[in-house]
T-cell receptor
Framework: AQTVTQSQPEMSVQEAETVTLSCTYD???????LFWYKQPPSRQMILVIR??????QNATENRFSVNFQKAAKSFSLKISDSQLGDTAMYFC????????????????FGAGTILRVKS | DGGITQSPKYLFRKEGQNVTLSCEQN?????MYWYRQDPGQGLRLIYY???????QKGDIAEGYSVSREKKESFPLTVTSAQKNPTAFYLC????????????????FGAGSRLTVL
């Protein structure tokens, strides 16, 4: 079974600064996908960024980027130029590759990191 | 606009009662999921379904039941057998096996908060 660990329960950052959220995972799979989801105070889950394990290039989405280290099973999220609207719970999640013949596409989540952006 | 609608947003239950949480999607997604969220534990999978009239247990299915009679709907019943049902429940959907796994991004509803009195 896969597990996802987020070792930072809470973090804070000043507006306009950069912050990095950590995530490690454990799997014996070679082909999988990793995600970061954001849950603001409204509790609506929003996809932030996605990474395919077979791609060496780190994914980026505007101010959000990841540092994917497959050998170390690490998948950290970097938020640049932090904004007040980035205040949220951030979840790291894992999905193994599932052939269409299998029942798949389950997401396994970490416990989350609460990020507070201060003005 | 396409999306997922969960109802009710807040629900109170007396001990010993069954309650049903509604989840409806108009995204034409094949797959649907139910997650439970507790403080400090992230989201845990209760049940999921890849196709109508079929569903699978997740990691914490005990005390819950589901049905998938229509593609758009995936209601969750919290039975009296669930020992600690107070939690936040999230429904999600994804395109399903029509697409490769990596394209199966989950879209979430706004959630339902269940409190046992």
């Amino acid at each position: 079974a896969q597990t996802v660990t987020q070792s930072q329960p809470e973090m804070s950052v000043q507006e306009a600064e950069t912050v990095t959220l950590s995530c490690t995972y454990d799997t014996s799979e070679s082909n999988y996908y990793l995600f970061w989801y954001k849950q603001p105070p409204s509790r609506q889950m929003i996809l932030v960024i996605r990474q395919e394990a077979y791609k060496q290039q780190n994914a980026t989405e505007n101010r959000f980027s990841v540092n994917f280290q497959k050998a170390a099973k690490s998948f950290s999220l970097k938020i640049s130029d932090s904004q007040l609207g980035d205040t949220a719970m951030y979840f790291c999640a894992f999905m193994k590759h599932a052939p269409k013949t299998e029942y798949g596409n389950k997401l396994v989540f970490g416990a989350g990191t609460i990020l507070r952006v201060k003005s | 606009d396409g999306g997922i609608t969960q109802s009710p947003k807040y629900l109170f239950r007396k001990e010993g009662q069954n309650v049903t949480l509604s989840c409806e999607q108009n995204l034409n997604h094949d797959a649907m999921y139910w997650y439970r969220q507790d403080p400090g534990q992230g989201l845990r999978l209760i049940y999921y379904s890849q196709i109508v009239n079929d569903f699978q247990k997740g990691d914490i299915a005990e005390g819950y039941s589901v049905s998938r009679e229509k593609k758009e709907s995936f209601p969750l019943t919290v039975t009296s057998a669930q020992k600690n049902p107070t939690a936040f429940y999230l429904c999600a959907s994804s395109p399903g096996r029509r697409l490769p796994s990596g394209a199966n991004v989950l879209t979430f509803g706004a959630g339902s908060r269940l409190t046992v009195l």
